[in-house]
Each structure stands twice: as structure tokens, then as C-alpha cells.
């Protein structure tokens, strides 16, 4: 079994190997349509999830939908910070760290994207109670992020 880095460990990792990379511009009408699509995705995996029966494949569906919601929100934050980030695992560290305020649980970072990498590479599909086991976190830390990048490019466009 491999053993589970820090965030503090992977972060640092990235850095050296230079995978967070400084960008010249905040590209806003970007950022904007990140938001426009995590927005989407959610509303589109709600859709997919109304009635589904518990042993649907569809719970992968979802899971894969708010992932990638959650995922580009992350993408739109760090975007203020002007800064490409060139994978998930190295992505998440640098929101783990930069932004402690959020108070984010890296165990739950982790887990989302090992089990969105089970489904896209592995086919360990995820079901009902997988799904209800992150359910909760997944729209609180999207709502987090959802609106600390609103503010910001409101605040950009003053």
C-alpha cells in the first residue's frame, strides 16, 4: 500500500519539480466561465441523481460531476493568484495551504480524487453510499469555493 503524503509533502514536491507555475495575467472572462461551468455541472448532476434508484451506475456519474465542479472552482481561485497548476494532487495541496481559512480536510481531498481516479482509470465505480459519504462535504466546500470566487471577481471588476 503507498504510503499517504501530507499535503505539506506533495505541495513542496510540486513546487521542486515545477508543476505550480507563476502565470503574467488573471485571465477574468476565463475565470468567469470556470464559474459558469462548475454551475452547470452541478446542476446537471442534480438532474441525474433525481430518483435514481441506489444501485444505479449514475452515482458515478454524480460523483465524477461535482468533482470536476469542485475542481474548477479550485482552477478560478488559484487563477487570482496567478498560477498554473498541472495536476489534481498538486492542485489541492496548494489550496490545503494557501488558503488554511477554508479549514479544508486533506483525508477528503485525497479521497475524492483517488475515487475520481478509481472510476476514470480503474473502473471502481462508486455507488450510493459512496456517494452519500462525501455528499455533504462536496457542497460545503463547493459553496466555500463557489463564493470566495464570485467576491473575487467582483471585486476585480470595481
Known amino acids: 500500500m503507498p504510503k499517504l503524503r501530507t499535503a505539506n509533502e506533495i505541495f513542496n514536491d510540486c513546487s521542486g519539480k515545477g508543476l505550480i507555475q507563476v502565470k503574467e495575467l488573471i485571465e477574468i472572462d476565463r475565470i468567469k466561465s470556470m464559474l459558469e461551468f462548475s454551475d452547470a455541472l452541478i446542476e446537471s448532476a442534480k438532474k441525474i441523481t433525481e430518483n435514481l434508484k441506489k444501485k444505479d451506475m449514475k452515482w458515478s456519474i454524480a460523483y465524477i460531476m461535482y468533482y470536476d465542479a469542485f475542481h474548477e472552482l479550485v482552477d478560478a ?58 455528499e455533504v462535504k462536496f457542497k460545503i466546500y463547493i459553496s466555500i469555493l463557489r463564493k470566495v470566487v464570485k467576491e473575487k471577481i467582483d471585486s476585480f471588476e470595481d
Open 77 to 134: 481561485l488559484i487563477a487570482f493568484d496567478r498560477k498554473k497548476i498541472f495536476n489534481h494532487q498538486c492542485l489541492f495541496s496548494y489550496l490545503f495551504i494557501k488558503y488554511p481559512s477554508f479549514d479544508f480536510d486533506w483525508d477528503f481531498l485525497e479521497k475524492i480524487r483517488t475515487q475520481r481516479n478509481g472510476i476514470h482509470y480503474y473502473g471502481s465505480f462508486v455507488n450510493y453510499l459512496d456517494w452519500k459519504s462525501v
